[in-house]
């Protein structure tokens, strides 16, 4: 006892090989690699949004179940306030699903290439993850999803859609089959729904392992760290027993609450997104060499003849950021670009025009 | 594999039997039942915070290390900003402790009565919980921990410095011996800091299996969610996997590093705190029926001779909210009553006087 142990073996083995996750600060001009809203708040709700921080008693804690952000969001999508629950952006919920229903190597699925905090938060809380590469269309292979389904047993299943980073919604009759048959949780994170406005909420009363997450970060609230999930009571009831009683600030919840009272705002400027998205993929087709996929998102994949690597640091060297994904297998060579304001998807387009020459 | 299974079968055990928590909202006039800081900001400081509000991009993800944060902190305890963590308040950074160092079944051991979510967090993350009861001083029995520690192998141990519910400082031999023995990470978590002015910071270098917890809360800005750790490098990486990228909002950076920056704001505050906290205690030594335990913190933990429900209910009565311990077989008949302001506390003490008749 007297002897001090390494700190290094007192973590978690599944933690020890885990590799740090960086986010990478490359320093841009034009950032359009986080899929963040880039237009900012006009000046009126700003205005509001101050007044709301300056009533906020930051000296209390905040509203532990968040009755106001709830109730507004409750109006929004037609779901019960005690059917949906706050969390500290989506990631925390991922977390929170994960630590309710995943025991030490229980197993979660998802398909490939797809959103990476699956995998990342399944494997620091020593879950297995188990992956299904999409077809060569980006699309659910079906089968063999419900074989490994039936194989694995997986205690959660995480679907994205539409499915970052590819862009595409699975197909929507694979998805209920998949809910059907699944004798576990089925997680539809719906992140980019603003920009699809395609739901699984309607099936939210037929099946009780359906959980749906929802995120304000992609329509302009990603410093504020709000996601939100609806699911059954009884999930709810269980998840509750976990989420931490306060993850949810009290300013966030005041602006948060004040910006989606103010929807017709956000609205408009994801409409100009969406309008953008289609003039951006229009303009990567008239290019030789590059190869845009379908989105439904407020960003676009697209996969380049010439050394993916390369094209994005020719873009970076002009002040551009998109993200790179050099080393997923699934993705070489693809790069995805965020849809920017009309400027910078300007800017973008004509650089990258002659980046993949 | 068609018929699908109850639900709440799918939760682990763990979680299943848990409780869920509540936090209490009764209605009160004087909210003396949190550890909150009474006192707004003044004017002149939240004129600079608005300002700082409409400077943060709240569209853009928040910074995922909190560099200016954290160098605010660094700069004030001296401690490299490598070895510095933010938490979305210490509850997350408890639960991150936890998941980087707890396996399935592995035992957190801590005294009794102390913080709550110690035990809480670690049943919601199935590892067992062991714990120790405090002497009739409130102290820490250092053989019987030390045989604990010993006999039961605990992965994680908490010590809450100065200790939350009963005010008091353990001895700091004690805790050494603990830090020098224990073949685990020992967490002290020094919530109420500012009150008692006495830290393990000095050991931090000599004792590598040492996590220091402080948060913002108890100063000023609980509801902004801050906590933040200090440790060894080693511990500081392997956290670091753990801890989602995007934890602290960039809301709640910006407006803590104002008021951290204008720190004697908030030092005038903590004093008067202090100085109402010696007033409250002689003022209840004065009460026949009531024992006043010591205190370095922002509160004060009372026995009453009458049923201690009894009392709270009357106290709630006049509008005055404190905390009750009734169903904790350590804490029989004792309160818990926050330091409010200088009016806060005279009427407190005017309904108590009145209420253990």
Known sequence: MSKLPNIINLVKKDVRELKPYQVENIPCRVKLDAMENPYHLPESLMMKILEGVKRVEINRYPDSIASRLKGIISSDVNVPIDNIII???SDEL?????????ENGDRVLFPTPTFSMYGI??????LKTEVIPLDENWELPLDKFLHKIEK???????ISFPNNPTGNSFDRESIIKILQKAPCIVVIDEAYYDFSRKTFLPYLKEYKNLIILRTLSKIGMAGLRVGYLMADNEICRELN????PYNSNAVSQEIASIILENRVEIQKQIEAIISERERLIDGLKGIKGIKPFPSETNFILFKTVKDGKE??????NSGILVRNFGSDSYLKDCLRVTVGTHE???EFLDVIQKSVV
């Open 87 to 89: 969390g500290n952006g």
């Open 94 to 102: 991922i977390q929170l699903i994960l630590n309710t229903f995943g």
């Open 121 to 126: 938060i399944s494997k620091s809380l020593s």
């Open 152 to 158: 694995n047993k997986p205690k959660v299943i995480f």
């Open 241 to 244: 027993k976990v989420r931490l």
């Open 311 to 316: 094209v994005f640091s020719r873009l970076a």
């Open 344 to 346: 910078e998807n300007n």
